[in-house]
């Protein structure tokens, strides 16, 4: 039977997905609703059109229209590099002499190397269609800025990145990417914007984070205009357009009459596993199967398995709206963990309520048994997997193994996120054995958590 499913399991074009879908209006207790960071007051679509483009801001709160039609240019666009394949992992099978059978869902095979293209290319032709100049963002490891600016280019809008200053002084590479497609890119904490040049005074030398980033873009958008600020994560509406890696995902699956019993993803501000996990997620909110399954975060950022379900600040500046989250607290700087799109302090919501509601379970693993993970399944399969995307590897591989032991023939299914070309750096300190796993201690978890807002809803 097995021998039937080919390594590749492709879609034919009529049978890619036509909209996405958005698992909120399946969820009975909603994530809680979104404030403005001012009033502390649920924030209105009005309110969020001054930061978002309008369509987006939409999508954002709307917890109730379960389908969206993907707009024909973004199908088009899809198509250059859609569907994405699903693999039968069969060599790392055989490697592991596991009875599983696993597949993966490899969203590497463009040039940004990442899922984010998914949700970027949604973004710009929104950005667009509004009559926008542009859009201002921020990147850590670099595959949201360079999926940004392919995006931007494709519909020429300008398109300003501010890049966390670790990556890029670490990762000149990702940054010419960006710089090719037109983007102009700027070393975060910067001193263009009020808050870059706050966090410059209160933290000397600081290699910057995430949610400084954010706040920068974010102070940079509203402040010229004609345009508007895009995330690439965390957010409901990047969820919605993330939701194609699922569906292409289940269509796949079903195709060959699969039924995935666990659902692996890695989790940094949500997207990919909350993307990969809607249609999944949707069947078992509307009591129609079961599945298990797991996100897996890095040990150094451990949001689900050791922060607080409480509404937190987006960034650091304290700017983007407040959400109900699993938070290390804004104000946490993570570790320099290679994994750079795992280095979010808090989570999406809409994956935060589906882990409170016993949906998602999450655990949390070190990165040299990433690494270990990654350069297995890169000698066996021959992908050479992102750091982000080895975290899912890793713990598929550890899925795999205990049905080595107790028999089981189950169904794995993993998101294989992206591409590691651009990560050769982490590479080479684990191929010299210089990798540390660094593992926050509960003090520090403890600090940072104290310094959430007090919301009283
Ligand atoms: C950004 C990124 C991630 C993490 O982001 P999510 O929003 O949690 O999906 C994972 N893998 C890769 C390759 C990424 O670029």
Redesign the pocket.
């Known amino acids: 039977m097995s021998k039937d499913i080919p390594y590749k399991i492709y879609l034919e074009e009529n049978e890619m997905p036509k909209q996405w879908y958005n698992v909120r209006a399946d969820m009975k207790k909603k994530p809680a609703p979104i404030l403005n960071p001012g009033t502390l007051q649920e924030v209105t679509v009005e309110e969020l059109s001054h930061i978002f483009c309008e369509e987006l801001a939409k999508q954002e709160v709307d917890n109730t229209t379960p389908y969206f039609d993907i707009p024909e240019e973004i199908l088009n666009f899809y198509k250059m590099y859609r569907p994405s394949p699903l693999v039968r992992a069969y060599c790392l099978e055989k490697k592991l002499g596991t009875p599983a059978h696993i597949y993966y869902k490899f969203e590497g095979n463009n040039t940004s190397g990442?899922?984010?293209l998914n949700s970027a290319i949604a973004q710009a032709y929104y950005a667009k269609k509004q009559g926008l100049k542009g859009v201002t963002t921020e990147t850590g490891?670099g595959?949201?800025g360079t999926a940004l600016s392919m995006a931007c280019s494709y519909f020429d809008l300008d398109c300003q990145v501010y890049m966390v200053k670790v990556s890029y002084e670490q990762k000149p590479f990702r940054r010419e990417v960006m710089r090719t497609y037109g983007a102009k890119v700027t070393p975060s904490p910067s001193m263009n914007t009020e808050v870059g040049r706050k966090i410059n005074a209160e933290f000397p030398g600081t290699t910057g984070s995430l949610g400084c980033a954010i706040s920068e873009a974010v102070e940079a958008a509203v402040s010229q205009e004609g345009y508007r600020y895009v995330l690439g994560?965390v957010l409901s509406q990047v969820l919605l357009h993330q939701s194609v890696i699922g569906l292409e995902t289940k269509a796949a699956l079903d195709k060959y009459g699969i039924k995935a019993d666990t659902i692996i993803g890695?989790?940094?501000?949500?997207?990919?596993?909350g993307g990969l996990i809607s249609p999944f997620a949707g069947q078992m909110l509307r009591n129609e199967a079961d599945y298990e399954i797991i996100a897996v975060e890095p040990a150094s950022c451990p949001s689900l398995t050791r922060g607080t379900y409480a509404y937190d600040f987006c960034d650091t500046g304290k700017v983007c709206p407040l959400a109900k989250m699993y938070t290390l607290g804004s104000g946490f700087i993570p570790s320099a963990n290679h994994a750079g799109?795992?280095r979010y302090h808090g989570m999406s919501s809409v994956v935060s309520e589906l882990y409170d509601q016993g949906l998602i379970r999450a655990t949390s693993v070190e990165q040299t048994s990433v690494f270990q993970a990654a350069q297995m399944f890169a000698r066996v399969e021959g992908i050479l997997p992102?750091p982000?995307?080895s975290h899912a590897i890793k713990v598929a591989i550890d899925e795999a193994l205990k049905c080595k032991e107790s028999g089981q023939a189950k169904n794995i299914v993993f998101g294989l996120?992206?591409t590691g070309y651009f990560d050769m750096v982490a590479y080479q300190k684990f191929n010299d054995g210089e990798m540390s796993d660094y593992i926050p201690t509960d003090e520090e978890l403890q600090k940072s958590i104290s310094t959430l807002p007090q919301v009283n809803l």
Do not use: F, I, M, R
């Not at 890695?266 to 596993?273: E, F, K, P, T, V």
């Open positions: 990442s899922h984010k490891a595959q949201w994560s890695c989790a940094g501000g949500g997207s990919n596993l799109g795992l992102a982000e995307s996120t992206g």
